[in-house]
C-alpha cells in the first residue's frame, strides 16, 4: 500500500481519520494496522492490502483457514493478538 493512500482512508463505521501503525516496509507499506481512535475499530494491511471491513471476524467467518494462514505469516505480536481475538470471535459453520 502506498504512504500517499492514508490520508484518504477513513472508518468503515465513523468515517473518522484512521491512526497507522506500521510494521513492515519496503517502498510500501507491506504490514501494519489502521485503529480507529473514535470507535475503536482495527484494520489490519496484510500483504501490502489494507482489509477495511466493519467485522473483521464475520470476513473470517466465510474462511477460517484464511485466519489460520494469516496467523502463522504474521511475525509481530500486535498482528498476532489482533488475528487471535477476531479468530476466537468467528461464527462456526
Known amino acids: 500500500m502506498h504512504e500517499s493512500s492514508v490520508e484518504f482512508l477513513r472508518c468503515v463505521r465513523c468515517g473518522s ?4 501503525e ?14 480507529c481512535q473514535k470507535c475503536k475499530l482495527t484494520f ?3 500483504e501490502k492490502i489494507p482489509i477495511l471491513w466493519d467485522d473483521f471476524s464475520e470476513y473470517l467467518s466465510s474462511c477460517k483457514i484464511l485466519g489460520g494462514k494469516l496467523y502463522q505469516l504474521s511475525n ?11 479468530l476466537s470471535k468467528t461464527k462456526n459453520q
Request: proline share 3%; aromatic share 16%.
Open 76 to 86: 509481530t505480536g500486535k498482528m498476532k493478538n489482533f488475528l487471535k481475538y477476531s
Open 44 to 46: 489490519p494491511i496484510i
Open 22 to 35: 506500521v510494521f513492515t516496509y519496503d517502498l510500501e507499506i507491506e504490514k501494519g494496522i489502521f485503529e
Open 17 to 20: 481519520r484512521l491512526e497507522l
